[in-house]
């Protein structure tokens, strides 16, 4: 059986915690959890999981410790903690929406609310999970700033960039950073079967795009075995990304 697009986006996303050390992995959504999983029981076998109530739990589940809230909050401002959250709307600085879209005070749509995401994203590195790219999500400006991007973290000074830190943005097509000397996003790969003016097109801005894109990493066998065989079995990763994006293995 060919790697699959969903599987791909396990990988790439599992990939946002490689080096981390022992840090709280805080994944939201059905991929990213599937990948915090992979990774803590592959290549970082540090990272901190927790059930999202009191307890540190082990990549099945089972306890390994207490976290009250009080601990918790300490992680949390302390760049202790690496958040992989969602985005209804990003620019090319990271600026992430998940309140409205529309103007604030009269907006089309309300959605989320602002949350936790500006504690998140100036306290702890923050990461993105964006399971559908196209230019409604990938725009030139953000409806509402909810996590804060590169750009105004850099204008609010030290206070603000001291944990202030975006590792990558995971797509259903590519994986994007803001190694750049604006730190303005740039395509860092593309999952095997996109291609580069694929991911342009589904961008609402000028991304930065090297001259040579190299292809998201393949999983290894062991990977593979345990996305399919351990982790997720009944194969709930294919509900965000449907299958019949698949890629080359």
Known sequence: MRTTRAEYCVIACAEAWRGDGEV?????????SIAARLARRTFSPDLLLTDGEAMLVGPDGT?????????HLTAVTGGR?????GASQIDRFGNQNISCIGAPGRPARQLLGVRGAPVNTLNNPTSYWIPKHSPRVFVERV?????????????AGPSATRFHHLPRVVTDLAV???????RSMRLASVHPGVTVDEVRAATGFSLTVPDEVPATREPTD???ELIREVIDPTGTRD???PPAGRGGR
């Open 24 to 32: 709280l992995a805080s994944p939201m959504g059905l991929i990213p």
């Open 63 to 71: 306890p390994e410790g207490w976290l009250p809230y009080r601990r």
């Open 81 to 85: 903690r690496h958040v992989m959250m």
């Open 143 to 155: 409806d509402m700033v909810c996590g804060v991007g590169y750009d105004r973290a850099a204008a």
């Open 176 to 182: 994007l950073d803001f190694a750049t000397p604006d």
């Open 222 to 224: 062991r990977e593979l």
């Open 239 to 241: 509900r965000e990304v």
